[in-house]
């Protein structure tokens, strides 16, 4: 099933810059949609999306998105719109959009369906109510089976964006991150996470959650506030291995685990197939940096997103890099933790150097007086460890 969009006609925004007495912002001046959001002075306009307002003034901040903002196409997850275990360079598109346009994905967890119990009866046993049980969720259980070897999630997509081609950028503006259902799970065992030797049987726990106060009801006297992000964001590997497994992230993205990706983020995959091929799933309604048990409170969400192509803009991306409104997030990945964070730290030096125009001497100094590197993924074969760099200490947006 593939279904094709035509750009929406929308009016034009102009920015202005107004001076206060201890910043200057980015203030939106516009007829069109009062609600639709502006991410680091880029217009969401779909006439002028890939415009940048810099000029030496601060960009605007991502924010997540208001209810009601529109978009371009809703695509469901049914057992022709998702892919279980790969992200694949050889799979039919099951959306097409252009560059700019908003896309509602519907993603399920893979929790309670890789299990022989129908998810009713999975989920029923830890006291949650049939009709909180997704009914695409039970479709996919019932037609399809996951491949053998393939890994244990269930992405949507892929999504063809039409002006995409290998060496540009893909810009994913997450702008808003929902939840499904009012439930989740953490699962783990012997031989799962960082501390493979820690237990000796398996341990799944389905998880409540309170969505009107926002936290997760862990145990009696334990509530952790939720912080919902996609795990698993992704465009097709190269077509020289045109499918891979779900399970270990690479320069395409997927399975990142990143826990900043929240409503209001933006991640930058290079591309690497014509039209890009994006693919979304893994909902995570919170995780700690590492999700060092194996996973985090795996849970079905619908993700809107903005997909934006910048022409070239991929050629010398080597990993996936991030930003949010603190900070900017610059990637390394490797087998070996060690490796790992000598990647990241050579990747955010690198970045400095070109953005803030530093020398290598003095990007390497700043890595080490103002960034903190942390292990973004510690258990999915390839680990991911990041540098976060804090957008407050340059005085010009970089």
């Not at 959306?95 to 993603?107: A, C, E, N, Y």
């Amino acid at each position: 099933m593939v279904t094709s969009l035509n750009v929406r006609e929308r009016n034009c925004r102009r920015f202005a810059r107004v001076p206060t007495a201890e910043r200057r912002e980015t203030v939106l001046i516009s007829s069109c949609n009062p609600h639709a959001p502006t991410f680091h002075g880029f217009s969401a306009c779909a006439q002028h999306r890939a415009r940048p307002f810099r000029r030496g003034v601060p960009m605007t901040q991502p924010r997540p998105i208001p209810p009601g903002y529109p978009v371009d196409a809703t695509l469901p997850s049914t057992p022709a719109t998702v892919e279980w275990g790969y992200i694949r360079a050889d799979r039919a598109p099951v959306l097409r959009i252009k560059s700019g346009q908003t896309v509602r994905i519907d993603t399920v967890s893979h929790q309670g369906l890789n299990t022989k119990d129908d998810p009713a009866a999975y989920f029923g046993a830890a006291g949650i109510a049939p009709v909180d049980v997704l009914e695409d969720a039970k479709t996919i259980h019932r037609s399809m089976n996951r491949p053998d070897g393939a890994g244990p999630h269930i992405v949507t997509g892929p999504i063809y964006v039409e002006e995409a081609q290998p060496g540009d950028m893909l810009e994913v503006r997450m702008l808003d991150i929902a939840f499904r259902v009012p439930y989740g799970v953490n699962s783990t065992g012997p031989g799962w996470g960082a501390a493979p030797d820690l237990l000796d049987q398996p341990a799944a726990k389905v998880i409540k959650l309170d969505l009107a106060r926002r936290v997760a009801l862990f145990a009696l006297n334990i509530e952790v506030p939720l912080a919902p992000f996609m795990g698993i964001v992704a465009v097709a590997p190269p077509q020289d291995t045109p499918r891979v497994s779900t399970k270990p992230p690479g320069p395409f993205g997927g399975n990142i685990d990143f826990r900043h990706l929240t409503a209001g983020s933006i991640l930058y995959l290079p591309v690497f197939n014509e039209g890009a091929l994006f693919y979304i799933g893994d909902g995570h309604a919170v995780q700690g940096d590492g999700e060092v048990d194996g996973t985090a409170i795996e849970i079905s969400l619908a993700a809107t997103v903005q997909l934006l192509v910048h022409k070239g803009a991929g050629r010398d991306m080597k990993w996936p890099r991030a930003e949010d409104d603190v900070h900017h997030y610059v990637m390394g990945m490797d087998t070996d933790l060690d490796k790992a964070l000598h990647c990241a730290v050579r990747e955010t030096a690198v970045f400095l150097q070109k953005r803030a125009k530093l020398t290598a001497a003095e990007a390497y100094a700043l890595c080490s007086l103002a960034v903190d590197f942390r292990i973004g993924e510690a258990v999915n074969n390839v680990l991911m460890v990041y540098g976060a760099i804090p957008k407050k200490i340059f005085k010009v947006a970089v």
